[in-house]
């Protein structure tokens, strides 16, 4: 970020150009003290996001960070913040310690790939989003959501996603290259040509801002919304506490009732996907606040940016409001992924790892027996993605189920099945990563035996 005010002789008397500049001016000591907070604070989601994505890999071994289809969501996300927030330490560092003086061509291209970093890891969650919705069950069920949400091919979203980056990337650094040299080679256009540049610059970031704001207020709170769906949707399988304050009397109950297999599984499912569906609530409200007020600002400055940085006062205030902001949402990010990392203690845990969605639809079969609980196998050809003008059209979703295996509560009558006794189901799909796994359950009634209600287990990413 850049202005046309004096940048030639600098005093005192003057006050800081503090996107530039923060010593031999007014006010350089609360500047610095801003800008030295702002170095804790990248330190620590620098730390954060090498955590955890060290932690999501090594969790999903079978998970590479980089692909001929790209990269995953979230840990493309993380990946970017690691040099986002390098980037931010090393420019606040040049900025209170003073490094490169008259240097302006440098400084101001690398304050520029400073923030350029910090909204394409956005970028890349954004595009992460796009990519999951048209995979979730409730999307591809709901004909309002395909009428009333228009989402773009995975080839197109790759497309945008690649446009917009060098779209951006070009005009900004292009802009922060030429005010540098500007400063640094003064003639007696410069100040005209500082000015005309500074407000397609600014103008630039606050459309870009603007878009991916829009982008998370559409896409994102829907992402939201169909995850919620799916949780509602779990809390309604019968048996379950429908609130809170009923799950220590249902724990109690749990011991003497027949299912009480399933309902400590359900239970445990519903923990893990209540903790997706605050990870995404937390990182979808960050980055609309984040980005909103940036756009805002963004935008005022492109032309106001003479008279806020003459009024110490409003410097100040916009100086906490687009060094700290960014910086403390985004430690919330990391505690909001962080959350969504934690392991639910349960013992039942280490037998299932997906999260459980129940299905309507129903099965009989011709041999009655005492409760049962059968996991059952699905064909290949159900377990592929079907898109029109796909990218990865035929890239498996779902990872090849378990051998068969039927339990019942007659002591010593577990066994392995070839072929499950089944005439139909249904599928469920929360989430766009490779690793999402599926499990079936038919549960018989003690009353009837030869009818079978399906629930299948999804994880989601």
Wanted: positive net charge.
């Amino acid at each position: 970020m850049s202005s046309s005010l004096s940048y030639v002789n600098a005093s005192q008397t003057d006050n800081c150009e503090w996107t530039i500049s923060v010593t031999n001016c007014f006010g350089q000591e609360y500047f610095q003290v801003v800008y030295g907070v702002t170095t804790y604070l990248s330190l620590f989601v620098l730390l954060s996001s090498v955590w955890l994505l060290l932690w999501r890999l090594y969790r999903s071994q079978s998970v590479t960070l980089f692909s001929t289809k790209g990269f995953l969501s979230l840990e493309g996300y993380l990946f970017t913040q690691i040099f986002w927030s390098f980037a931010r330490v090393i420019s606040s560092l040049i900025l209170i310690n003073d490094w490169f003086p008259e240097q302006w061509i440098i400084r101001e291209i690398v304050i520029e790939l400073m923030w350029f970093l910090g909204i394409v890891s956005v970028a890349t969650y954004l595009a992460g989003v796009l990519r999951t919705i048209p995979r979730m069950h409730f999307y591809r069920q709901n004909t309002h959501y395909k009428h009333a949400l228009h989402l773009p091919t995975l080839r197109g979203i790759a497309s945008i996603y690649v446009s917009y980056v060098l779209v951006l990337g070009i005009i900004r650094i292009t802009c922060a290259a030429f005010i540098g040299y500007h400063r640094q080679y003064p003639t007696e256009n410069s100040a005209t040509m500082i000015k005309h540049l500074i407000t397609v610059y600014y103008c630039t970031c606050s459309i870009s801002t603007l878009l991916v704001t829009i982008g998370f207020i559409i896409y994102g709170n829907k992402l939201v919304g169909i995850a919620s769906e799916g949780l509602h949707l779990l809390e309604g399988v019968s048996g379950y506490p429908s609130s809170p304050r009923k799950s220590s009397r249902f724990s109690h109950n749990i011991k003497q009732n027949t299912y009480s297999g399933i309902s400590a599984e359900l239970e445990v499912k519903h923990k893990k996907l209540q903790r997706s569906v605050r990870k995404m609530r937390v990182i979808n409200a960050a980055f609309i606040l984040s980005f909103a007020t940036l756009c805002v600002i963004l935008g005022s400055s492109a032309f106001l940016y003479e008279q806020i940085f003459k009024n110490i006062e409003i410097s100040k205030i916009l100086a906490a409001i687009t060094n700290w902001m960014p910086m403390i949402l985004n430690v919330s990010v990391m505690a909001g992924i962080a959350y969504g990392e934690m392991r639910v203690p349960d013992g039942s845990e280490s037998r299932f790892d997906n999260q459980i969605m129940p299905t309507g639809s129903t099965s009989t079969s011709a041999t009655p027996q005492s409760p049962t609980i059968e996991r059952i196998s699905s064909e290949t050809g159900s377990l592929f993605h079907s898109r029109n003008n796909s990218t990865d059209s035929d890239v498996s979703l779902l990872r090849r189920p378990a051998p068969v295996a039927t339990f019942s509560s007659r002591r010593g009558s577990a066994q392995l099945d070839s072929s499950p006794n089944t005439t139909s189901s249904t599928y469920m799909v929360i989430g766009s990563s490779p690793l999402t796994t599926f499990t079936t359950f038919s549960v018989s009634s003690p009353s009837d035996a030869s009818s079978k209600e399906n629930i299948s287990i999804f994880v989601l990413p």
